[in-house]
């Protein structure tokens, strides 16, 4: 069985433990952290190459039009903890602006650079089951024990735009790909137990729930979010139809890959990574504000 060391953190007056690292756990997740963030720049740097090369490419068709408009949708958000948290994902919605610029068609590809400044509900919710998977539930009232952390961010994706089919009066199918930022505006915990630890088994208990669960790592419970600056990788697939004097109407399915870590990950912190994964379903509407003269459209 694992040894856990404790630290004493203060939560709303209540004073509760939670596990710090053994030196065993640094080595096994040292090499994990270096790699990851040798990663993070390999692909940040591919991403934004092949964004701007989107941008500056002139071969084709020329283009320069230009569409605004408002995005709107629902996340469904976990996060990627190592070591593993037992979750299940958690929805939240995102709104916001997004503007495009077509700059040529390449044979049958339109290329474009889309850029959007979104509000996110991202966060996690966990799943508290003792050994055979049974939900805990609250001794006094029978309520399923739980937990859920909200997280609100603004995001700014800069997508590479690709897409097939008609530019006006039809449909066409796209891609979407290419880095995203976010900054973090706040946080909200969401719980119906209270924390503590046996001093003398190192383990974890858990105020008035029943069974005990199996799950030791819940340092995350009582830790605050750390790094407000968020960064990762974004794609999506949909499908767009163009009507002539209204505008475009969008619906995309997309998958965000956070890079960067919600909580500190050198080798004496606790978790080696706490990144963002989160599916959306949206739909965006945009219309014309600067539109090519004479361009040949199909």
Known sequence: MSTFYLNKIATDGISVLTPCKTESQDVAVSAH????????????VLLFAVVCTTASAQIGSYRNDLAVGFNGGYNLNSI????SVQQSMLGGMTIGFTA???????FNTICAVQLELNYSQLGWKEKIQDINGVQCVLNKTNEDAAYTRNIDYIQMPLLAHLGWGREERGMKFFLNMGPQFGYLLGEKTKTNFIIKYNEESELPTYSD????RVSNEVAQDTMAVQNKFDYGITAGLGLEL????????M??????YGLGCIFK????????RSNHSSIIIKATYLFDIVRTKGAKRK
Not at 209 to 212: G, H, K, Q
Request: proline share 4%; hydrophobic share 35%.
């Open 33 to 44: 952290t270096i790699t990851l963030k040798r990663l993070r720049k390999y692909i940040l």
């Open 80 to 83: 990627m903890f190592v070591p």
């Open 100 to 106: 495009r610029y077509v700059c040529e068609k390449y």
């Open 209 to 212: 729930v029943t069974p005990s």
């Open 242 to 249: 163009s009507l002539k004097r209204i505008g475009h109407i």
């Open 251 to 256: 619906v995309e399915g997309r998958y965000y």
């Open 265 to 272: 990950d050198s080798k004496s912190d606790y978790f080696a």
